[in-house]
């Protein structure tokens, strides 16, 4: 059979982008000898370059449709390369934009009028608690391409995600490590916590993170933190330590770094906490919503309740720094190795 052209459309969020790379794995596997190609934001673009899943990476930073110039610039990029078949992933109002400057690519999405279409509706009604990438990996099996499950020795035998192909060189870790009072790998490990979110997303932050950070010091569990730029203010005034390299954030790949030395994490619902989720490590996630029910599926949907406990409530307020503590001691006593 011929070499393929295979376009992936995946442009993001970042907590999205993380929860479909075993996916995006497992089409690597499938089309091994096919050219890839992803579609992305160039924001994510830079954390994905290293990435063994793609043969080349463009870029859509989403331009407003009355830029007309820039969309003419975006449909002459797509059409010049000529896709055999696209996998959408995104599945949106934006990437369906796309889909007739394709043709006449096949194209596997969630819109009726694609070649290979999937009902993801229906597929949740069925059963609401289905993970995020088990959805997609039933989307792409509509296009009769069955994904293998790649056995992974910390974060299971299926197809979730495993980002530690993304890490920076541990050897360079550990001074930030130790700037922060942090001490690294065998010697205890810390659980991070990740307190913040995206700007617009402030709701889904826990408010009690300064009192747990007490009652990890009552117990003599160190902790730290590793603000991203909209969380720099907001960790400041913890009294935790923020682990920074030469006082500005870390990137992608350094947070996933710090995984080994991690014991644990407590983390809002927000990319980094899923990036370390994906990264190996064990720990707690909170998430939020307005109803109890549709916040469980949320949790199951993710998928981080595969190496996660989740705690949902749709008032955080009700959520105790006690009910956090269980999980964390419980946690703590469980992963006695760092990163374990």
Not at 55 to 63: K, V
Not at 139 to 162: F, H, L, N, S, T
Not at 176 to 191: Q, T, W, Y
Not at 228 to 248: R, S, T, V, W, Y
Request: one cysteine or more; hydrophobic letters at 40%.
């Amino acid at each position: 059979m011929a070499q393929q052209n295979i376009l992936i459309i995946k442009l993001g969020s970042f907590g999205d982008i993380v929860m479909a790379e075993g996916v995006m794995r497992g089409l690597r596997a499938a089309h091994a000898r096919d050219h890839i190609t992803l579609l992305t934001e160039p924001f994510y673009a830079r954390f994905l370059k290293d990435a063994p899943h793609f043969d080349a990476i463009i870029t859509d930073d989403r331009p407003p449709r009355w830029q007309l110039h820039r969309l003419y610039q975006t449909r002459r990029n797509l059409k010049a390369h000529r896709f055999d078949l696209v996998y959408d992933l995104q599945n949106s109002r934006r990437s369906h934009l796309y889909h007739r400057w394709l043709a006449p690519a096949k194209i596997s999405s969630c819109f009726s009028d694609s070649t290979f279409y999937f009902d993801r509706n229906a597929a949740l009604r069925e059963n609401p608690h289905r993970a995020v990438h088990d959805l997609l990996a039933a989307q792409i099996r509509k296009a009769d391409v069955e994904i293998v499950p790649e056995i992974g020795e910390d974060v299971g035998g299926d197809i979730a995600p495993d980002l530690r192909w993304a890490a920076a060189d541990a050897a360079d870790i550990i001074p930030l490590l130790e700037e922060a009072g942090i001490e690294p790998e065998n010697k205890g490990g810390f659980v991070l916590l990740v307190v913040g979110s995206s700007q617009h997303n402030k709701e889904r932050r826990w408010p009690y993170y300064p009192e747990l950070i007490e009652a990890l010091a009552a117990q003599n569990i160190a902790c730290a933190t590793a603000p991203g730029p909209d969380e720099m203010e907001h960790c400041h005034a913890l009294a935790a330590p923020m682990i920074l390299d030469k006082g500005a954030p870390l990137t992608f790949s350094q947070l996933i770094a710090l995984a080994p030395h991690c014991r644990y994490v407590v983390g809002n619902d927000t990319g980094p906490t899923h990036l370390m989720a994906g990264a190996g490590t064990k720990g707690l996630a909170l998430f939020k919503n307005s109803s109890a029910a549709i916040c469980a599926a949320h949790a199951a949907r993710t998928g981080i309740d595969k190496t996660y406990d989740v705690i949902t409530c749709d008032d955080f307020k009700k959520v105790r720094v006690g009910e956090v503590m269980d999980y964390v001691k419980a946690g703590w006593g469980r992963n006695k190795g760092a990163g374990k």
